[in-house]
């Protein structure tokens, strides 16, 4: 009798080992230009934020050489070696809107594959018709 589904060393492989991936550094942006010149925002206060909540490996505040946040004027720049989801910034932004309490007026939007910006909700009222129809 053989012996079916079992498969045996036949040797070295012909294809050799793969190629090693290299680290790519990831660069996420954060744009709060419009609340950081409207002055409800302070853009130095967001940054400490991120850089004591961000977790890596499970730990928060353990950023060491592979995350590094730097604020350019009202544009947060968070670059990585480590595998980073955008999203993960994404509610982080939101958790420190909803503690300084400006959750309300101010939401987080994708511009492109790494940048996202805070802009005000669309607040869209029809004050002046409301009045003239009480005549």
Known sequence: MGIKGKRFYTGPSKFGKGQKKRKVAQKYF???S???EDGIMNAGDFENFLRER????GKTGNLGNNI???????????TTDVPFSKRYLKYLT???LKK????DWLRVVALDKDTYELRYF???????GASSEED
Do not use: F, M, W
């Open 68 to 78: 590094l946040i730097e604020l350019q004027k009202t544009r947060l720049c968070v």
């Open 34 to 36: 419009h609340p950081v």
């Open 94 to 96: 939101k958790k420190y």
């Open 30 to 32: 954060i744009e709060c």
């Open 122 to 128: 669309q607040v869209t009222g029809d004050e002046s």
């Open 100 to 103: 300084q309490a400006l959750r």
């Open 54 to 57: 961000i977790k890596v490996n």
